[in-house]
Every structure is written in structure tokens, then in C-alpha cells.
T-cell receptor, first 109, second 117 residues
Framework: RKEVEQDPGPFNVPEGATVAFNCTYSNSASQSFFWYRQDCRKEPKLLMSVYSSGNEDGRFTAQLNRASQYISLLIRDSKLSDSATYLC??????????FGKGNQVVVIP | SAVISQKPSRDICQRGTSLTIQCQVD?????MFWYRQQPGQSLTLIATANQGSEATYESGFVIDKFPISRPNLTFSTLTVSNMSPEDSSIYLCSSFGGIEYGSTEAFFGQGTRLTVV
């Protein structure tokens, strides 16, 4: 089983709509969780950390479910500029990061 | 936050040759990481570069193929040796925020897009 699993999509989202996706992780001892954004031909950049209590940053909401070992990302009121690949990242012991394949989001006018 | 300068940004290389990729961080960092990202795939960790000791390689990656240097706390190189077309990929270096910040946010270099012909 892969350390981090994501459905790559693509997720075609009408502008202004809401899109949500999950990722699952296999290591129950994983310590911290993140969503990174990767634009085409660019390096990944941190979008937001994911906390046990859930957290929100503007139109983005992240949730963590430790019991079921998944994290989620919800994007409200999608903008064209949200088109990117969203990488689920899990930090295991020793700052060793495991990456999902990413959810490719395409926002359509 | 940390800024990582990576070069070259891209290269086209003949099979059998070697390419060295450099990463410079603008602050001292304990660990640096080297990843490979093949088209449509996730980032795969190649090795962790430790200052003052040998790099720690992940399963499937060996030092003879991917020698790494880490001469100080701000710099590292990855060499892709005896290249074949299967080595065509994007290579990324990464670190966490500077030592003094204890950051859990990972920063990445801009990536090196390697094509082996």
C-alpha cells in the first residue's frame, strides 16, 4: 500500500463552485500533515498545514481524521487561479515527507 | 522562510554522461533532501543529505548512481551518474526552515528538468 494515496483526477470545476477531495495515509504514526500546491512546471509550495481541529484559510478548509487516516481539502468559490495540482503531504518520523500523486484541479470559466 | 536556489533549471544530456545539480539555501539548515518527480507521479525521496556524514538513501537509490555532497549547512549537490533515458525526470532539492526556526514547512528549489537522449 502506498504511503499516501490521492485520486489524481482531473477535477473539472466550474468557476465559483466548491470542490473537495481527500487523501489517505497508511502510517498511523504520522505526525503532521500538509496540503501543497504545485503549478505546472513549478516547485511545490505550502498551501496550508492541517491540524487535528481542522483549519480554514480564506476559501480553503482542511480537515484531518486520524481514526480513518485521511485528510481533506475543500475549496469554496473556485477561481480560475486555483487551477493547479494539490499535493497531500505527510510528515513521518525524522522529517521524512511522503507525497501523494496530487489532485489536479482545473477551474473552468 | 527559506529560499533555495537550484541550478541548472533544465538540461538535455547524452546517455552515459553525468550531471551535477546544485542547491544553495539562504540560511543554515540541518537536513537537505533530494527528490525525483517523474511525469504524472508524486515526489519520490532519493536521499537525505546530512552535513558531516554520508547521505541516507531510500530503497531503490544507491550512492554510486546518485552521489551527494553536503560540504556545509547551506549547500548540497546531487549527481546523476551514467545517465540513461529512464533518468529523465524533474529533480528537486528541499529543506525545512532554518535551524533557528524549527519550522515544519518544507521549501523546495525550483527544480531541474532533465532529459536524457
Amino acid at each position: 500500500r502506498k504511503e499516501v494515496e490521492q485520486d489524481p483526477g482531473p477535477f473539472n470545476v466550474p468557476e465559483g463552485a466548491t470542490v473537495a477531495f481527500n487523501c489517505t495515509y497508511s502510517n498511523s504514526a504520522s505526525q503532521s500533515f500538509f496540503w501543497y500546491r504545485q503549478d505546472c512546471r513549478k516547485e511545490p509550495k505550502l498551501l496550508m498545514s492541517v491540524y487535528s481541529s481542522g483549519n480554514e484559510d480564506g476559501r480553503f478548509t482542511a480537515q484531518l481524521n486520524r481514526a480513518s487516516q485521511y485528510i481533506s481539502l475543500l475549496i469554496r468559490d473556485s477561481k480560475l487561479s486555483d487551477s493547479a495540482t494539490y499535493l497531500c503531504v505527510v510528515n513521518n518520523a525524522g522529517n521524512r515527507l511522503a507525497f501523494g500523486k496530487g489532485n489536479q484541479v482545473v477551474v473552468i470559466p | 522562510s527559506a529560499v533555495i536556489s537550484q541550478k541548472p533549471s533544465r538540461d538535455i544530456c547524452q546517455r552515459g554522461t553525468s550531471l551535477t545539480i546544485q542547491c544553495q539555501v539562504d540560511s543554515q539548515v540541518t537536513m537537505m533532501f533530494w527528490y525525483r518527480q517523474q511525469p504524472g507521479q508524486s515526489l519520490t525521496l532519493i536521499a537525505t543529505a546530512n552535513q558531516g556524514s554520508e547521505a541516507t538513501y531510500e530503497s531503490g537509490f544507491v550512492i554510486d548512481k546518485f552521489p551527494i555532497s553536503r560540504p556545509n549547512l547551506t549547500f548540497s549537490t546531487l549527481t546523476v551518474s551514467n545517465m540513461s533515458p529512464e533518468d529523465s525526470s524533474i529533480y528537486l532539492c528541499s529543506s525545512f526552515g532554518g535551524i533557528e526556526y524549527g519550522s515544519t514547512e518544507a521549501f523546495f528549489g525550483q527544480g531541474t528538468r532533465l532529459t536524457v537522449v
